[in-house]
């Protein structure tokens, strides 16, 4: 059966039981990975571009030095240099597991009736772009869309939400995660225009609980700590269809995955999405503390962390380094070369 989604697009809906073929390939051997990982850090340890970020007032403390680089392969293999365990706030990189472990729990069609898939081409806390398509927000990778998904994460309480996203979160990691008590104090004191726009989601029914309660268990999804080696964990549980490849723990179904990993290519840098996509061809997340997590379906995925920040929040050394190796391991999704098939004779 072929239907019409909401955006317009012609999907057909009636695969159940259509084994899929994913798309996989392996790295490099150990040694030459290990190699690369050093050979981006050094590359770029010392390049001085940037600014740390300063709007949430604790993370203007961070060294602009603190450069870190993993890589996490969807065997169990973990390549770390650097500053790859200094913990810092995960900040908006955790839009991405929070939606998957929503759309674990609700299913493909609701998360989608509730929270699109398409780029704003706007600022990631914009209230123009809730507004002009009449309350419903375009991604969960924005402001708006993060709060709608955040609302809609199992427990009968914000309490019981709250634990549900940080043990979520750290199933992806593969350890405990904490709160960062100081950066949540810090955004709780300066977040009024989550608010707002938590209140607009609201007025339009997006949000059916207490939309400052949402704001908080939002808050708090942001201030766990983690490192450049811990995204590169939970980058690769996306890579490796949600099984988590230390732990061997199964976190979301493949769909999920899949799903999430979509989001992430259209729309997790933001309005700069396109050109990371048509530059490192990765589906990737940014957060403003200086953390980036790329990831390439079937093999893996990098963890970076940096402070200083381009115009966009983005990371300067971390999207360096993600770029060369993206090149150099040979992960950008787009990347082909010239297949030349045996020749056989015709019937053969």
Not at 18 to 31: A, F, K, N, R
Not at 91 to 100: D, G
Not at 128 to 145: F, K, Q
Not at 322 to 344: D, I, K
Request: aromatic share 6%; proline share 4%.
């Amino acid at each position: 059966m072929v239907a019409r989604n909401r955006t317009g697009v012609d999907v057909d809906t009636d695969v159940e039981g259509v084994e899929q073929e994913v798309s996989t390939g392996s790295l490099p051997g150990w040694d030459r990975v290990e190699e690369l990982v050093h050979a981006a850090h050094e590359r770029y340890r010392d390049h001085a571009g940037g600014t740390v970020a300063d709007y949430i007032p604790v993370l203007a403390e961070a060294d602009p030095a603190w450069f870190g680089v993993c890589v996490a392969e969807s065997g169990g293999a973990v390549h770390a240099v650097g500053d790859a365990d200094v913990e810092f706030s995960v900040q908006s990189i955790s839009k991405a597991f929070v939606y998957a472990l929503v759309c674990e729990e609700h299913g493909h069609e609701r998360v989608l009736e509730r929270v699109g898939v398409d780029n704003t081409g706007l600022a990631f806390n914009s209230v123009m772009a809730v507004e002009l398509h009449d309350g419903h927000p375009r991604n969960p990778m924005v402001n708006a869309g993060a709060l709608a998904t955040t609302a809609l994460v199992p427990g009968g309480s914000p309490a019981e939400q709250w634990e549900t996203v940080r043990t979520g979160l750290s199933r992806f990691a593969g350890r405990q995660l904490e709160l960062d008590g100081v950066v949540y104090r810090s955004e709780s004191a300066t977040n009024m225009r989550n608010k707002a726009i938590a209140r607009l989601l609201e007025s339009y029914g997006r949000i059916e609980t207490d939309p400052l309660e949402v704001v908080d268990v939002y808050t708090r999804q942001c201030s766990l700590r983690v490192t450049a080696r811990d995204l590169a964990v939970m980058g690769a549980t996306l890579a490796d269809g949600g099984v988590n490849p230390l732990t061997g723990e199964r976190v979301v179904s493949a769909q999920v995955c899949r799903d999430t990993l979509a989001v992430l290519a259209s729309t997790g840098l933001y309005e700069r999405s396109g050109e990371w996509l048509f530059e490192i061809g990765l589906p990737a997340k940014s957060g403003v503390a200086g953390g980036i997590v790329a990831v390439a379906p079937g093999k893996g995925a990098i963890g970076t962390f940096s402070p200083p920040l381009d115009p966009a929040g983005n990371s300067v050394r971390g999207q360096r380094a993600t770029a060369y190796l993206s090149r150099a391991l040979g992960l950008n999704l787009f990347a082909s070369s010239v297949h030349v098939p045996e020749r056989t004779e015709r019937g053969s």
